[in-house]
């Protein structure tokens, strides 16, 4: 079996939503066992906060081959085109309520991808803290994107290029970590992130011969280790 992991929350259909997350699956890429069924109270446990565990294992795929042909799968001309409409429709009105100067640009990437590129000074605000409205407004997107399309559609959103910009910056810091760790001979734990902030550190630092990288923790207080092979 794949990966196996428990997840909380205060309803069984909580704590599920929160391992597809972290685990990036759906639920038949998964095998669900509930552990603490919310319906099941003790009288000791009637006053406490409701904590209701899922023990969640990743089924492993046949072969690399089915995962590629997966991964490359192309949607359906008219599933992308409806997928674009939607977007463009949301945008159009999203920006138009908040009154700013804001141009953009949606295209097909690849087989089942959809790059969206928002410019303007004025689309600064958008980015937040470290990308958190970026990746908000990703989320959203893709939800928009997918409505009423069988087929899974990506959508990666960068506006004024600061993806590029964070990525490099995030590349940095995982050399001069690196560094510090060879020469001091001692771990460290870097401060949480999201997934795809993760996995820029793990590929920058996946070929270096002295030093390895784990990620620790749960949701967003995940985090990296970078320590000594």
């Known amino acids: ?7 909380e929350g205060k309803t069984s259909t909580e704590a599920i939503e929160k391992g597809l997350k972290e685990l990036k699956a759906s639920k038949k890429d998964v095998d669900i066992r509930i ?34 042909v997966l991964k490359n799968k192309e949607i359906s001309k008219e599933n992308i085109e409806k997928a674009q409409e939607q977007i463009e ?7 138009k ?22 410019k303007g000074e004025e689309a600064k605000f958008l980015i937040g803290y ?8 990703q989320t959203i997107l893709i939800a928009i994107a997918g409505k009423k399309i069988t087929e899974k559609i990506h959508v990666n959103v960068d506006i004024l290029g600061y993806r590029e910009k964070r990525k490099k ?18 771990s460290v734990t870097l401060e ?8 820029i550190i793990h590929t920058k630092l996946q070929d270096n011969e002295k030093v390895k990288t784990e990620s620790i923790g749960e949701g967003e207080h995940r985090r990296i280790v970078v320590s000594l092979k």
Request: proline content about 2%.
């Open 1 to 7: 079996m794949g990966t196996t992991k428990i997840f």
């Open 35 to 68: 552990l603490e069924d919310e319906d099941k109270k003790s009288f000791f446990s009637i006053l406490a906060p409701r904590v209701v565990k899922v023990e969640m294992t990743l089924k492993e795929k046949k072969t690399g081959e089915v995962q590629t």
């Open 89 to 95: 429709k949301f945008l159009k009105e999203f920006i």
């Open 97 to 118: 309520n908040m009154g700013k100067e804001i141009d953009y640009q949606i295209k097909q990437q690849d087989g089942n991808t959809i790059y969206i590129e928002i």
């Open 130 to 137: 470290r990308g958190e409205t970026l990746n908000a407004l």
């Open 169 to 186: 910056v995030l590349e940095d810091l995982a050399q001069r970590v690196a560094n510090g760790v060879i020469k001091n001979r001692k």
């Open 192 to 199: 949480p992130m999201t997934a795809y902030e993760r996995k």
